[in-house]
């Protein structure tokens, strides 16, 4: 599916004013819900539903199972039961809350009467293909070599045929007559998609068991995308077509979430395609808000279920190394704040609509049973603990429709999760091995981080810390590399380079609210880009026995001094230095003027 399937973020934001209810101003995503300075371990430990853990039961979404409790599926989405009581047949069952319906079904008007033509043949696309074909798409500039080695293939192209109005189109696949082949050179990841997305995932039992109305049903004024039609199936048939969970939601999460399991490069990306398709059932006019947020909550349990599941870890591992083998992403470690944050902002409105909150915000997250399956190959450096507390401090805000189920499977945000942390809920330590496999070399958390904990960096790899930071515990660097490339990514704590090297990659100043302390095998890399400003301000004292390095290179020219660090106390000797980007003839020194470590230029054209 083209990647402009992506909604603006400003499509969901023009919702609220238009909508059939008051809106309650709430964030959708808390980067620290419910924390308090001091979060006990027993935080991220999991709770159980009525039907126990889902990755237990899993295999219990039959047709035999058919209540809250004993269908994980069908009890995972029960905090519907508060808005909604299913009837005997498809048209009479109660709506217990109006309000969250009637906003429910005004978002649906809304956003199909202001549909694009784009955005109706997007959703076409959407509706027709093969979801794990559509799916591909989020691996961007490796998605034509994944169909090469796939075999993988759609018969609907993305012109939509003349005739579409007319005449119900349906996805042949490849020439197999599959949307990719389990015979190819890729055939392990293809696998891994079709067993995630296997027997017990789908979404008819609990559509059978909600019964709760496709949108045109409830409204006539929700426009289907017309080239659907043909395939709208009449009221006679409405009792096997419920909406709730989306199946099509459902599904494209199974196989963004196996995809990136597969190849981690692109979790997000994939993250935020599947989130597209989700909503483009909404413009489709075939599904509510609700369905779509239904249809990712199921989708989450049953990936971690599918990938908890230890009869399936031989494929998981064969699957993520032919990826790696074959594919060859590149990592991901662009440090663009701006971008990060507008991206997040269109996975949050893609998957929560603005819908208003039915619940309390600020209640501590739930981290699921398994759930720590979802990302274990994004962070191949991390811990079960580790990966829990990520996604315990990047889970939606508590208080959104549907989302608030016993075990957490609704609150979880793997877009974010796939960022790094969103707190240091505790001390969080982490080695990278420079001779290690993606991400386990290397890693960009860009998350803004706050919390009472603090950071240990320890190995030959490389962290990059992209977030506006407030996290009050100290940074330790004994190893590798340690990035900083915004003003406050180093939280407002003491920091110690005990080894390795700390860069400073800041457009400004980098601040230390604390002391920063190097030992003698340490070096401190600042990027000079401003002469005129200092490219770290530290509140503390500064001891730099170690290295120093500067680099002037951003420069057009070289005043006869520039500033470097500005702090409280330079005790003892200053460090050694070395300096890149200095003209030949010119000689550089370090000298203390005032509270302000400077370099001395001289020699050549230096300006004086």
Known sequence: MPSSIRRKIATCAVLAPLLLTPVVTQPAFAANPGHSDDVDPSAIEPHEAAYGAYVDTYKQNTPEFMTPQTNPAIGVLSEMLQYWTPGQTWNDGTVLNQQVHEQNIATSVQITQNRSPEEADEAYLADRRHQSYSVIDGLGEDAPAFRDLTNAGTTIQDEIPADALTVAYTDGGNDNGAWADTSSELGSVVQLVDTVRGNWATSNRAKEFYQYMRPFRWSGEVSIVPALLPVKKPDSQAASDGGFPSGHTNAAFLAGIAMATAVPEHYDDLILQSAALGYSRVEAGMHSSLDVIGGRILATAIAAATLADDANAGLVAEATADADALLGAELDLDTDRDVY?????????????????????????????????????????????????????????????????????????????????????????VTYDAAAAGYGAADVWRNDIDGSGGLTVTGSGSLTLAGENSFAGDVLLDGGELAATTTSALGTGDVEIREGTLREQVVGTLLIDGDLTQKKRATLRLTVEDASTPSLLVEGKVKLPGTLAVDLSALESLPASLPLIEADKYPGKLPALEVTGLPAGQVAELKVEGDVLTLIISGGDAQH
């Not at 739930?366 to 990047?394: H, M």
């Not at 508590?398 to 189920?405: E, I, K, Q, R």
Request: glycine content about 12%; charged content about 25%; hydrophobic content about 40%.
């Open 341 to 429: 944050q507008e991206r997040l902002a269109e996975y949050i409105a893609e998957t929560t609509f603005g819908l208003d909150p039915v619940g309390q915000a600020g209640i501590a997250p739930v981290v699921p049973r398994g759930a720590e399956e979802l990302i274990r190959t994004r962070y191949p450096s991390l811990d079960d603990d580790q990966l829990r507390w990520v996604i315990y401090s990047t889970a939606l805000d508590s208080g959104l429709p549907v989302a608030d189920d016993a075990e957490g499977w609704g609150g979880i945000n793997l877009f974010a999760a796939a960022n790094g942390f969103g707190s240091f809920d505790r001390d969080v330590a």
